[in-house]
């Protein structure tokens, strides 16, 4: 286990810049035993910027030959919960410690991904592009409004500094009639380096599954049925490119995305006609430098245009809408004082939407401050800090305290933190159609009170940690069941979330590695309608378990996964449940050549073949098999059977 490996990079490369000290971390706490990437932490990355946080860390590496999304590889990390409306390519959101998908952050590259904490779709970000993401659990208000339960960057994939030419391709086939495609190059150029990335995939989409055609009879047999209208293709293309110049590092990178997709609907409300197709164009550039006495000065601008049009179904004629932000961030560190280590940063942008729905432009400013000390007391570290955010009418605040450190008794290490976040209703949420979600234009802002505490422990050969943690929310925002197959968001007057995550790691051996997550999670609707006074809170699952074994050599690896939630109400009167559900994937990965590397993936997904069903009432494929190719032809340096670092 080398999860220390990022704070210790960090620390080295922090040292090495002027003299400036050490920021004062404790390594943070991550998921997967991989080396730590080469490159240091970006300034708004939690391995930074929040060094108290309850933190997880997953790699796209540790998953290479299989078929996965990125929904697929956040599923391992604890206090998550993922909704996902069944297939490749279909819509997949989460939503993190009871608060909805609205009110989780998630960022690429730390520029946001839509609109002012509007829930992003985690479908149309391809894994091919990602290097690893790092989930920050509980509130994050140091990042941006919006981030009640939490934030999630996604940190794309960077080209290598060496001076050699890599090239790389990976091919996935199976059910349903779905095949994905990855090529990836990168080189040396004009003194620096590039990584270019072309994906595509598309998917037919049309699994069998069980269907009450009688669900008011009690007792009723279910027919088979298969899906219709579930197709999906997607593809997109990733250019990035670092260069050092004149004392400054520079980071650039454009991403475009383009898809089209069946939205299918209910079991009990099919959709045969209604469709969705979308493109997005992203950018963002960073600069940064070490300045004089133990000083770094990052600056990065961002911009983003998304399109879509709806058709069929509900909608009729075709819908189109674009929404578009752009900003500029300034980042200032600074040691000061031998135990302080000061972050301040400056936040400016715009973002519009523009929808045929009622034929109105909107859009409004934003600015944005935040400032960020980390005092280093003994073995110690207090960490507080105050965000203040002005998004069109609305002002928030965000202000936190957090503190970690190491207890004399067998190194273990404690995270605590506690703190408010505020996010203003969307410009999505307000006004936007998006798919099968609905807006609301008389939402009112919301806010959570937050606080958790956990205890965790490095050891030889593995690492555990445990956390408990409470959420208060006013006002809350959520998504909930709008007949007869949409969803639509509601303030809630006030509900509460708590429960208690913990997950572990082990590797009793070189050729295995076992990893475990569990999360409880406990709401209840407060101070609302008598009708719902004490009840739980829809798409929130009571129990949720994750467990992943890999073994064997690296020339031939097997691993097996299983993922298990307990029932769920999907409306406030929690009269619609969704029964308890347990997934189990199995797989085997063979590297036959070194040089060039092959790898050779083959895998059983809900092995058991459940018939689950999730969002609402959206059923999920059953049994589905896959194969995965990969061809690298930068590692012949690796010998076959040489294990991989």
């Known amino acids: ?19 400036l000290p050490p920021a004062p971390v404790v390594p943070p706490v991550e998921v997967v035993a991989l080396p730590a990437p080469a490159e240091e932490p970006a300034p708004e990355s939690p391995l930074r910027r929040d060094v108290s946080a309850q ?46 998908s609205n009110g989780v952050l998630v960022l690429l590259d730390g520029a946001p991904l839509s609109l002012n904490g509007a829930g992003a779709d985690l479908s149309r970000v391809p894994l091919a592009a990602v290097d690893r993401v790092e989930v920050l659990r509980g509130g994050g208000g140091r990042y941006a409004p919006g981030a009640l339960g939490g934030v999630v960057n996604v940190v794309t994939r960077a080209p290598r500094a060496e001076d050699v030419a890599r090239a790389s391709a990976a091919l996935t086939a199976g059910a349903f009639d779905t095949q994905a495609l990855q090529l990836a ?23 069998p599954y069980l269907h009450d055609d009688r669900p008011l009879w009690d007792g009723n047999a279910p027919v088979v049925r298969e899906r219709q ?29 383009a898809e089209g997709r069946g ?31 133990g000083q770094l000065l990052s600056l990065r601008g961002h911009g983003m245009e998304e399109r879509t049009t709806l058709s069929g179904g509900l909608f009729g004629m075709a819908l189109r809408q674009r929404q578009s932000q752009a900003g500029l961030e300034g980042t200032w560190e600074a040691a000061v004082g031998g135990n302080h ?95 099968t979600l609905l807006p609301n234009p008389e939402l009112r802002p919301e806010r959570a009170l937050s606080a958790d505490a956990g205890v965790g422990q490095q050891l030889g050969r593995g690492r555990w940690g445990v956390a408990g943690f409470y959420s208060l929310y006013e006002d809350l925002i959520s998504y909930e069941l709008y007949p007869p197959f949409l969803a639509r968001p509601y303030n809630f007057s006030a509900a509460c979330a708590y429960g208690l995550e913990a997950d572990g790691e082990a590797r009793p051996a070189q050729w295995l590695a076992v990893q475990v997550g569990y999360t409880l999670t406990f709401t209840e609707n407060l101070r609302d309608d008598p009708r719902y006074h004490g009840r739980e809170l829809p798409y929130r699952p009571r129990h949720r378990a994750y467990g992943r074994v890999v073994g064997g050599p690296a020339w031939l690896t097997g691993r097996a996964e299983v993922l298990a939630q307990s029932g769920q109400v999907v409306n406030r009167a929690a009269t619609v449940t969704l029964p308890a559900r347990a997934f189990l994937n199995v797989g ?47 590692a012949g340096q690796r010998k076959r059977g040489e294990a991989r670092p």
């Not at 190059?185 to 699994?207: K, M, Q």
């Open 229 to 257: 209208n579930n197709d999906s293709r997607q593809g997109g293309a990733l250019l990035r490119y670092r260069r050092a110049l004149g004392g400054w590092d520079g980071d650039a990178l454009v991403e475009l995305f």
């Open 55 to 100: 933190l997880t860390v997953l790699r796209a590496e540790e998953r290479r030959g299989e078929a996965v999304d990125l929904a697929g590889l956040l599923a391992a990390a604890p206090g998550l919960t993922l909704s996902q409306a069944g297939g490749y390519g279909q819509a997949s959101r989460l939503s993190m410690r009871g608060a909805a």
């Open 341 to 435: 280590h000061l972050t301040a940063s400056l936040q400016a942008g715009w973002e519009g939407l523009e929808s045929a729905s009622d034929g109105a432009s909107r859009g409004w400013g934003r600015v944005g401050a935040l400032l960020v000390d980390d005092v280093q007391w003994g073995g110690w570290v207090l960490s507080p800090s105050a965000r203040v955010d002005r998004s069109g009418p609305f002002t928030t605040f965000s202000p936190k305290l957090g503190v970690l450190g190491r207890l004399p008794w067998g190194g273990l290490e404690v995270r605590a933190n506690a703190g408010q976040a505020a996010r203003a209703p969307s410009f999505a949420e307000l006004y936007l159609v998006q798919g």
């Open 1 to 19: 286990m080398v999860s220390g490996l990022p704070g210790l990079a960090l620390a080295a490369w922090l040292s090495s810049a002027a003299a």
């Open 185 to 207: 190059g990168e080189s040396p150029l004009a003194g620096g380096a590039v990584l270019l990335l072309l994906h595509g995939g598309r998917s037919r989409g049309n699994f």
């Open 588 to 634: 085997v990965m063979a590297l036959p050549w070194a040089s060039p590397e092959v790898t050779v993936g083959a895998e059983l997904k809900n092995l058991m073949d459940v018939q689950g069903s999730d969002l609402d009432g959206y059923p999920l494929p059953g049994r589905a098999a896959y194969l995965t190719l990969n061809v690298a032809l930068d």
């Open 263 to 293: 939205l299918a609907g209910t079991s009990q409300n099919p959709t045969p006609d209604a469709r969705q197709e979308g493109t997005r164009a992203f950018a963002t550039v960073r600069a940064s430098r070490v300045l004089g006495a």
